[in-house]
């Protein structure tokens, strides 16, 4: 058994706040013994009948579920059991269960009450995949609601603890660190967009200042092809030296022998992606060579589509992969970037829930009989993130108009596939018996996307080269897809004809019609094509997208829409539509049909415009143009303005009055006017002030006037406008003579807004510009009466003009 590691320091606390709390959070550094020793100690010291342990990625569970194991002496499947992906091996006498992914969610779906299971534990929750969220959620509320006897124990070795702690309003233990000490080498940075070309001569910098073998990561299998390629002279000339690669899409054999320990009198170079940061111990490595990069999802609200990125990672992440070095004896990590540059990186990496897809999550939820937004969750995913989840269910038949899961919606749940995979999947063995051969064309479209293998950019082209000459990669994945389709390997020709369905079953919101040089998407997205590909296809049915900005068709086949129409009608819709057209100034009254948000079929529609759809056009341009588009007078100019000045001085009172907000609500306030508006120019001569007006009820508008008044009458009798500004002092224009015996400038909104007087001589020409009217008159006045008393000797120009009577008239007529 494996003894004195640090958790076992702990072990009595962690074990006294287990069987005591409902929820304990285990802070722990690699190389504890959180994720090994802890797990069979609980099992063996008898402190739970079932233990379920959750682990971020496939290659770490299963061999912890080995690891543990081998220590009872036992095959994988008796005491220790394993379920992950492709992979169950569990029996009745399975105590301790190693599961991945959204194997837990699909347990906890199953049987909300786990019956006979008393412990969870989420390991290295601090990855934060989105499936590890999920059925963190799901346990809490199941613990919460059906299982008060069930314990729920999240562990890491970098947690943002105190956040957590108040998440999951639990005790926190804390392990010390790894046992041996980890040296840091920095080696700065000459040029980051050529990154990639340091990491080789780093490798051998840390193979000729070091022994032992080393683990490079890197983000992907690209990355790694080049490393191993640029390290071939350097293996020439070392034969002690053996490569090895490490990743989540190899086999279990190509896995095993990159994590087996070099032969005596070898050191390994094992390049590696993501998949060895935790949770994994491959034997003699002492070095760790960490390029600073991943590879990591990203979702692209706009086109819909989760494409993977290159990214720095964060410091936590930088942690984990030093701690491999640091498993076994005293290590070194080699760091590509200047110490400075690693000290303001993020503190942790982005959670998957801010940066995915979640109709996933959302499908996950509804079945549980919950909405994203009612889940404890540690964070929140955003509105437009949602919405656009919420739209691709739509589109894929998995919930009603009233946002209800189908039946269809259960069944994709239950698959445990991804919904765009799942649906394509079931549907197609809806569609067989009308196109034979659908079904297993799309296993072979799965397992194509799955297997990320580099091929021609049109399908139809890609699955006969695979077809012919099938990668590892693929043969693996297509396997998989035929059992779970319950078809056999046979070596019929694929039905090919059928690839637009397929495609369109998995990925209705990325059917595209040309436009201009682009394509729209039926989400509405523009994208662009290869420019060697699709030249005479009006129609492209796309599987992948990325690039820049998302916007780069990776991979499509042309298809004509008649052919989809027949098969899956409930992607079209149809609906009369009016609209004005400017350039002729008339409207447009079609039927049409669609396909998402572009136009398959247009014609003309019979009968007259009905009134509701021709209130719609002219919402529609008022919209597009703005309040400009009316021949607004001055009345209404400044309502507009009064209305939104009012919105920001008083926002309890006073709300959704700014242009926005009021081109936001068109068909609440300005609909009801539009019935007989039947011509552009008639729209313009409407009367505004009176819709505007609308907006405000009779107490609102009696407040309007009060604080905000259109006219001040001055001394003189006269009513003056007010002219008002969103940004800035308010103006008053008036001829001197008339505030004569005004002794301070006018005070507005209660004083909120300052008022500037535009002081004029009798022939309306400024002469003073003023927020203090009594400083006016007792200072720059005197000269401005010396000028006008010889300018204009007819009119009245008093020595004291805060106490002279004030007049519109000359001296004469006063």
């Excluded at 036992?74 to 029996?91: A, D, F, W, Y």
């Excluded at 039946?407 to 549907?427: E, I």
């Excluded at 916007?551 to 129409?565: N, R, Y």
């Excluded at 313009?684 to 505007?692: I, N, Q, Y």
Aim: proline residues 5%.
């Amino acid at each position: 058994m494996i003894t004195a590691l640090p958790i076992q320091a702990v072990y009595n606390e962690l074990v006294s706040q287990l069987t005591t709390q409902p929820r304990v959070l285990l802070q722990a550094p690699p190389g504890a013994g959180k994720s090994t020793w802890l797990p069979l100690q609980l099992m063996l010291d008898g402190h739970f009948k079932r233990i379920i342990m959750l682990e971020p990625r496939r290659l770490a569970a299963r061999n912890i579920a080995s690891f543990l194991a081998a220590q009872l002496g036992e095959p994988v499947g008796e005491r220790v059991g394993l379920r992950i992906r492709q992979e169950v091996k569990i029996s009745a006498r399975t105590q301790l269960e190693i599961v991945t992914e959204g194997t837990l969610t699909r347990l906890l779906q199953a049987d909300p009450e786990l019956q006979g299971v008393d412990l969870l534990i989420f390991d290295e929750f601090h990855e934060r995949s989105l499936a590890a969220d999920t059925a963190l959620a799901f346990a809490l509320e199941s613990q919460q609601a059906l299982r008060d006897d069930l314990h729920v124990l999240v562990m890491s070795a970098t947690l943002d603890s105190e956040r957590y702690q108040t998440f999951l309003s639990c005790p926190l233990v804390r392990s010390d660190g790894r046992s041996f000490a980890i040296d840091e080498v920095y080696v700065p940075l000459k040029d980051e967009s050529r990154w990639l070309e340091q990491i080789p001569p780093m490798v051998r910098q840390a193979l000729h200042e070091q022994s032992g073998s080393i683990l490079v990561f890197l983000p992907g299998q690209k990355e790694i092809r080049y490393v191993a390629d640029a390290l071939q002279d350097t293996l020439s000339s070392c034969p002690e030296l053996i490569l090895a690669t490490l990743s989540g899409d190899q086999d279990k054999q190509a896995q095993q022998a990159a994590i087996e320990p070099a032969p005596a009198g070898k050191r390994k170079v094992v390049l590696t992606t993501n998949v060895a940061e935790t949770s994994l111990t491959i034997e003699g490595i002492r070095i760790v060579v960490d390029s600073g990069k991943r590879r990591a999802s990203q979702y692209n609200l706009r086109t819909g589509v989760s494409e993977l990125v290159t990214q720095s990672i964060s410091r936590s992440s930088a942690v984990q992969r030093a701690g491999r070095a640091g498993r076994i004896e005293a290590g070194v990590v080699y760091r590509l970037g200047s110490q400075a540059l690693f000290e303001r990186r993020d503190a942790h990496d982005r959670p998957d829930i801010l940066c995915s897809d979640l109709s996933g999550l959302m499908l996950e939820a509804k079945v549980w009989g919950s909405e994203v937004h009612e889940l404890a969750l540690l964070d929140t995913p955003s509105e437009a993130q949602l919405a656009k989840a919420q739209a691709l269910l739509h589109s894929l038949e998995l919930i009603d108009d009233r946002e209800r899961v189908t039946a269809l919606g259960k069944q994709v749940q239950a698959l445990g596939a991804d919904p765009r995979y799942g649906h394509m999947l079931l549907k197609s063995k809806a569609l067989e018996a009308e196109y034979p051969g659908i079904t297993r064309l799309g296993c072979y479209m799965i397992a194509l996307l799955e297997s990320r293998l580099s091929s021609s950019p049109e399908l139809s082209i890609a699955l006969q080269q695979q077809v012919a000459k099938p990668h590892g990669a693929f043969r693996q994945q297509l396997s998989y897809w035929l059992r779970r389709a319950q078809l056999q390997q046979t070596k019929e020709d694929l039905a090919i004809e059928h690839l637009p369905i397929v495609i369109a079953l998995a990925f209705p919101d990325r059917l595209a019609k040309r436009r201009g040089q682009g394509w729209v998407l039926a989400n509405g997205a523009g994208v662009n094509a290869h420019k060697a590909y699709w030249l005479d296809a009006s129609y492209l049915a796309i599987a992948e997208l990325g690039g820049h900005k998302g916007q780069q068709i990776f991979s499509a086949t042309a298809f004509e829409p008649k052919q989809l129409q027949a098969a899956l009608p409930y992607l079209f819709s149809e609906r009369d539509v009016c609209e004005f057209e400017q350039k002729s100034a008339q409207f447009i009254h079609e039927q049409r049909t669609y396909l998402g948000h572009w136009v398959y079929i247009a014609k003309p529609a019979q009968g007259p415009v009905d009134t509701t759809l021709r209130t719609q056009a002219w919402l529609a341009l008022v919209r597009q143009q703005g309040l400009k588009i009316f021949n607004a007078c001055t009345d209404c100019e400044d309502l507009l303005t009064r209305m939104a000045l009012a919105q920001q001085l008083y926002p309890q009172e006073f709300q959704g009055l700014d242009e926005t907000s009021l081109l936001a609500r068109l068909e609440t306030w300005l609909a009801p006017y539009l019935d007989d508006i039947r011509q552009l120019p008639q729209l313009k001569k409407l009367d505004l002030h009176t819709a505007l007006l609308s907006n405000l009820e009779w107490a609102q508008q009696q407040r309007l006037k009060a604080i905000l008044p259109t006219r001040i009458t001055v001394p003189s009798g006269s009513s003056i406008r007010v002219q008002y500004q969103l940004d800035g002092p308010a103006r008053l224009s008036v001829r001197m003579q008339e505030v004569y015996g005004m002794s301070h400038s006018p005070v507005l909104c209660e004083g909120r807004i300052p008022v500037l007087m535009e002081l004029l001589s009798p022939a309306q020409r400024p002469l003073q510009l003023t927020q203090d009217l009594a400083h006016f008159w007792q200072s720059s006045y005197r000269e401005v009466q010396k000028e006008m008393k010889g300018r204009y000797p007819k009119h009245f120009w008093p020595d004291d003009p805060a106490t002279a009577q004030a007049t519109n008239r000359v001296k004469s007529r006063m």
